[in-house]
């Protein structure tokens, strides 16, 4: 359920976990020589660049969603197919890197501890921020899985399949996209989504527990 506590907790995690994924496309793409990012502005540390509101409020009410897509070009990679795996998979692991470490480090800090004045029962309010902030992290490289424009794994997919095959994907984009929203607003995707994120989340706390 939510309210207003519940949703300022989210908006950090929100905010950054899309602009996150899509800075270091643009720094991949860029450094693997890819012109078009720089080309297009995306060659900053300002977040607000990379800020995209549907994507974000889908981020703050569903738990998935997507920042604004950085535009690349794979004609400048030396190795098309490599230069797309890459540039398209190193956000999605570098969104579930930095979520299980966050996830990991709220856990070890909330972890019971008289000389810390605090346990399992109520956390201090950044500790739950990082622990949603870790969270969101790891749903968004769970959601870039699937392979519908603009997430991560219909770029890296066309790069797999044949010609034809890369044609439908691109001729169906759009009503791809639809079904995929539709999913997301009846709770489906949030609840696949949640499912494999889980694995990670308690991978990442695991080490606590056995503490």
Same mark, same amino acid.
């Given at each position: 359920m939510f309210n207003m506590t519940n949703l300022l907790l989210l908006l950090p995690g929100a905010f950054f976990a899309p602009v996150i994924h899509e800075f270091v496309k643009a720094r991949v793409s860029a450094a693997l020589g890819d012109r078009t990012p720089k080309h297009n502005g995306f060659q900053t540390l300002n977040p607000f660049k990379y800020f995209?509101?549907?994507?974000f409020f889908l981020m703050l009410f569903f738990g998935v969603g997507w920042g604004r897509p950085v535009t690349t070009s794979a004609f400048y990679y030396k190795n098309k197919k490599q230069?797309? !795996? #890459?540039?398209?998979?190193?956000?999605? !692991?570098?969104?579930?890197?930095?979520?299980?470490? =966050?996830?990991?480090?709220?856990?070890?800090v909330h972890t019971p501890s008289p000389a810390m004045g605090f346990g399992l029962t109520t956390p201090p309010v950044w500790v739950t921020i %990082?622990?949603?902030?870790?969270? #969101?992290? $790891?749903? %968004? =490289?769970?959601f870039n899985l699937f392979?519908? =424009?603009? #997430?991560?794994?219909?770029? !890296?997919?066309q790069v797999f399949v044949s010609p034809s095959a890369a044609m439908w994907l691109n001729n169906y984009?759009?009503?791809?996209? $639809?079904?995929?929203? #539709? %999913?997301? $607003?009846f709770g489906i995707v949030g609840l696949l989504v949640w499912t494999i994120s889980s694995i990670f989340i308690v991978a990442a706390s695991l080490p606590t527990v056995l503490l």
């Open positions: 995209e509101p549907i994507g230069g797309v !795996i #890459l540039t398209y998979a190193t956000p999605m !692991i570098v969104n579930l890197l930095i979520g299980m470490a =966050a996830v990991f480090v709220a856990s070890v %990082l622990h949603q902030f870790g969270r #969101l992290n $790891i749903q %968004l =490289a769970v392979p519908v =424009a603009p #997430l991560a794994m219909n770029k !890296i997919l984009e759009k009503p791809m996209q $639809i079904v995929l929203f #539709l %999913l997301m $607003i």
